[in-house]
């Protein structure tokens, strides 16, 4: 069935129309396109349930308009692995490269009886509403494009036991077709997305067809304003996930140790180093070169890396907050015995178990402070899958080169979702393994060494690695001096102390600077970290179009704060610190760490609701903060 929405004004289109197996034919009855059609410029929202299958329809999608050269990202808003539970797909095709959710749903495909109603209700008028009428659930809405479709009986008669499953293939084919995709692109999609299971590819590919079939059949597609037209394709670019494209930096870095507890949505980056494994990390034998155990808990895992690392192999786990939370312990340790590991958190919603299938920047203060006492740690925060893969392999070096714990920072949004890449840059210089001493010869030039000896004035020591045969290799978590022999001395530990700060400290000049697009004007100044680069510069179009400002742009790619940062606050006359969390905490950070004369010109815009940022709700926010400053 399909009820259609009136009023709207159409023209016979120029060109032919797609036919549901590939090809042209002639514009003939209901091959009408709308006078105001929207080309490369929509959103719409899958509604599916999890464990239907309905992720691979979906990629098949999202990667069919990508290899259409079509700007397009994808958010996948899942349950926590609950099989049953609702989940929505949301996809936006934007010409101009906006990557964050839009501000409305142009196009909602309903296949999920329990948020039937509120899917509905959601909608505004005029989207294009794709329901399943096996659901037996109405859709009153006179107000939208109303198109429903027997999938489920369709994909009983391709086959009956996996009806559930190919029925959302079915909406991927009447989506194909009343927006125009590539037949030829889309079953090649199909054949990568189930490569080497032909009854798979022939089962879906068929299920895509029937689908193109019966909506070129029944769907007057004058009432459809959106269309999806090719650009060109950049054969270099490919879709990954962030946790991918770290878990390839991590073996371009050497990783030799992976201990990893499972946690949402950490797991994948442990998985996909596991699964590069046999491509890069095998000796002529085929044996593993790199150690992998899932350890009982948390605690276990971070207390394997501590030994690696101070075993001097490069080790690493991945977690999210909670296993942050429970790792601190170890993480004092690494820090004041000065054993270089590497933790990575993909930040998921807390406090608590929190929304554990949600995104947040909301663990940003924990990294940079974790365990207790006076703690300081280098965190690294990518925001883009470039930067992923090259943070992946360049936190062992920092690591090392301080001998300290490092955290790379990244979140749900930039993990688990799949977003453009345009190559990875391979390192080409040699790992900085830092001051190791490796021969008696090194050792006997240090005058006086001692372990906790600062000899060269930067705060950082030099080690040795048990193995070696070289004295002395003793580690300490208490109070020590500079020869690592127990002291509760007053001087002691303040200079013990001083000298840590220092080393971390001098790192804020080297590490990961600071990305800057600069304004001539200096009237604003936006600064952010993470994940938000990829809705910033909807952001700043937003504003530029609606409040005439334009805005310059900071973003953070590592802490401690490199002191470019105070030189861009220092050139504009407001400051803006946009978030993903509650509290504002990079904005905490820089009121602590600023001198007092620039902490007037600094205000925070941090919002969070566990969904990942919406260029609108930010841009109405700094508009606020804006108004509020200059009254």
């Known amino acids: 069935m399909c009820r259609l929405s009136n009023g709207n004004t159409y023209y016979r289109a120029d060109s032919g129309a797609r036919h549901a197996n590939g090809g042209l034919r002639p514009p003939g009855r209901g091959e009408k396109t709308p006078m105001n059609r929207v080309v490369n410029d929509f959103q719409f929202n899958i509604a599916t349930a999890n464990g239907t299958g ?3 329809a979906n990629l098949i999608l999202l990667h069919t308009m990508f290899d259409m050269g079509v700007p397009v990202s994808g958010k996948n808003l899942f349950p926590s692995n609950i099989s049953g539970l609702p ?3 949301i996809v936006r095709v934007s010409d101009n490269r906006y990557q964050a959710p839009g501000d409305r749903t142009h196009i909602q495909v309903l296949m999920n009886k329990a948020t039937w109603e509120s899917d509905i209700e959601n909608c505004l008028p005029d989207t294009v509403i794709i329901y399943n009428t096996d659901v037996k ?3 009153e809405r006179e107000d939208c494009v109303v198109i429903g479709v027997p999938m489920t009986k ?8 996996l009806a559930r499953m190919v029925s959302n293939v ?16 889309l079953e090649a999609t199909v054949s990568k997305q189930f490569k080497g299971k032909e009854k798979a590819i022939s089962l879906n590919v068929e299920a895509v067809q029937i689908g193109r079939q019966w909506a070129a059949e029944n769907v007057d597609m004058e009432t459809i304003p959106f269309r999806i037209e090719a650009r060109d394709n950049d054969d270099d670019t490919f879709l990954v996930e962030g946790n991918e494209a770290i878990a390839i930096g991590a073996h371009y870095g050497g990783i030799g ?11 994948s980056l442990a998985e996909g180093i596991i699964g590069y494994i046999p491509t890069l990390r095998t000796d002529e034998n085929g044996d593993s070169t790199c150690a992998v155990v899932q350890a009982e808990d948390e605690l276990a895992a971070a207390g394997m890396i501590i030994g690696g690392g101070w075993a001097g192999i490069r080790s690493m786990t991945a977690t999210s907050g909670p296993g942050i939370s429970l790792m601190s312990e170890f993480i004092g340790l690494s820090y004041f015995a000065e054993i270089p590991a590497v933790i990575w958190d993909v930040n998921r919603v807390g406090p608590s178990t929190g929304l554990p299938t949600r995104t947040q920047q909301g663990d940003l203060t924990m990294l940079y402070e974790a365990s207790h006492g006076d703690t300081q740690h280098p965190v690294l925060i990518p925001g883009n899958m470039e930067e992923c893969f090259e943070f992946g392999w360049r936190a062992f070096d920092v690591a090392e080169r301080l001998q300290t714990l490092v955290f790379g920072f990244s979140d749900l949004d930039l993990g688990m979702n799949r977003w453009e890449c345009s190559g990875f840059e391979y390192p080409t210089e040699p790992m900085d393994r830092g001051k190791v001493i490796r021969t008696q010869e090194q050792l006997d030039a240090i005058e006086n ?3 906790y000896r600062d000899v060269d004035g930067d705060g950082i020591p030099w080690r040795t690695l048990p193995g070696s045969g070289l004295d002395p290799i003793l580690y300490r978590g208490t109070g020590h001096d500079e020869d690592g022999i127990y002291s509760e001395k007053p001087e002691v530990y303040h200079a013990l102390m001083a000298r840590l700060k ?8 080297w590490l990961p600077q600071p990305l800057m697009r600069l304004e001539d004007e200096k009237e604003v100044g936006i600064i952010y970290y993470g994940s938000m680069e990829n809705s910033i510069q909807e952001i700043d179009d937003i504003l530029e179009h609606e409040i005439n400002r334009k805005v310059s742009q900071c973003r953070v790619r590592s802490l401690p704060l490199s002191p470019s940062v105070e030189d861009f606050i220092r050139e504009h006359e407001t400051i803006i610190v946009l978030e993903i969390n509650r509290d504002g905490q990079l904005y905490g950070i820089l009121r602590r760490e600023l001198p007092n004369d620039l902490i007037p010109k600094v205000h925070s815009a941090a919002y969070s609701d566990g969904m990942p940022p919406r260029a609108r709700h930010y841009a109405d926010f700094i508009k606020n903060v804006l108004e509020e400053v200059e009254q």
């Open 54 to 56: 309905s992720q691979s």
């Open 87 to 89: 989940t929505w797909y």
């Open 137 to 139: 659930m109405p859709v």
């Open 154 to 161: 369709m994909a009983r008669g391709l086959n009956p036991k």
């Open 170 to 185: 079915i909406y991927v084919g009447v989506i194909a077709e009343i927006l125009g995709l590539d037949q030829g692109i």
């Open 257 to 267: 140790l992976l201990s990893w507890y499972p946690i949402t949505p950490s797991s």
């Open 449 to 451: 060494y001692g372990r």
């Open 502 to 509: 220092q080393k971390i400290d001098l790192a804020r000049t």
